[in-house]
Antibody
Framework: EVQLLESGGGLVQPGGSLRLSCAAS????????MNWVRQAPAKGLEWVST????????YYADSVKGRFTISRDNSKNTLYLQMNSLRAEDTAVYYC?????????????WGQGTLVTVSS | EIVLTQSPATLSLSPGERATLSCRAS??????LAWYQQKPGQAPRLLIY???NRATGIPARFSGSGSGTDFTLTISSLEPEDFAVYYC????????FGPGTKVDIK
């Protein structure tokens, strides 16, 4: 059974930093691209970032480019999102999502999410 | 950025009725469109990918159609567990999601 478990969310002041983690199990982690998708409170979904299976290639939404860094450790089956220079508009539930076999940008399994609140 | 619009915003139906949800793209996305279901307090679940392919474990009452800019998700006969918010998402370009359609109980 595929399981994705996010951690690391919390309350942070504007301009601060936070690192999210996503522990994966139940599939061959090193064979799949992985993603972060966020959802602001009572809002829709927004793709944030993607990392290739090897970790060599990364992609970002314009809204986070230059502030967020996605990475992975295939030896630990773990995905990360380093978030710097956080803004109020980054407040959201952050989901890690596995890429499907049918395309990197279809998300076939999701974690339960971790809440990031940016506020003074 | 490819913008997706969904209609209606809310669909009020009774169990057993047929639900028809629409998604329109601001430019052609070919067949690179997916549908997700999200219930309160839960993560989204992939239902349909490539416009018409059901994801693993998705019941046959869910079907998708369309190509180019106009897409439809049909639930042939609503079950109590189908009342939720449905999002479309394209992967023709950087992925974007529609604003969602809420299917609630009439």
């Amino acid at each position: 059974e595929v399981q994705l478990l996010e951690s690391g969310g919390g309350l942070v002041q504007p301009g601060g930093s936070l690192r999210l983690s996503c522990a994966a199990s139940g599939f061959t982690f090193s064979s799949y691209a992985m993603n972060w998708v966020r959802q602001a409170p009572a809002k829709g979904l927004e793709w944030v970032s993607t990392v290739s299976s090897s970790g060599d290639n990364t992609y970002y939404a314009d809204s986070v480019k230059g502030r967020f860094t996605i990475s992975r450790d295939n030896s630990k089956n773990t995905l990360y999102l380093q978030m710097n220079s956080l803004r109020a508009e980054d407040t959201a539930v952050y989901y890690c999502a596995k890429a499907s076999r049918s395309g990197w940008y279809y998300f076939d399994y999701w974690g339960q999410g971790t809440l990031v609140t940016v506020s003074s | 950025e490819i913008v997706l619009t969904q209609s209606p915003a809310t669909l009020s139906l009774s169990p057993g009725e047929r639900a028809t949800l629409s998604c329109r793209a601001s430019q052609s996305v070919s067949s690179y469109l997916a549908w997700y279901q999200q219930k309160p307090g839960q993560a989204p679940r992939l239902l349909i990918y490539d416009a018409s392919n059901r994801a693993t474990g998705i019941p046959a009452r869910f079907s998708g159609s369309g190509s180019g800019t106009d897409f439809t998700l049909t639930i042939s006969s609503l079950e109590p567990e189908d009342f939720a918010v449905y999002y479309c998402q394209q992967r023709s370009n950087w992925p974007t999601f529609g604003p969602g359609t809420k299917v609630d109980i009439k």
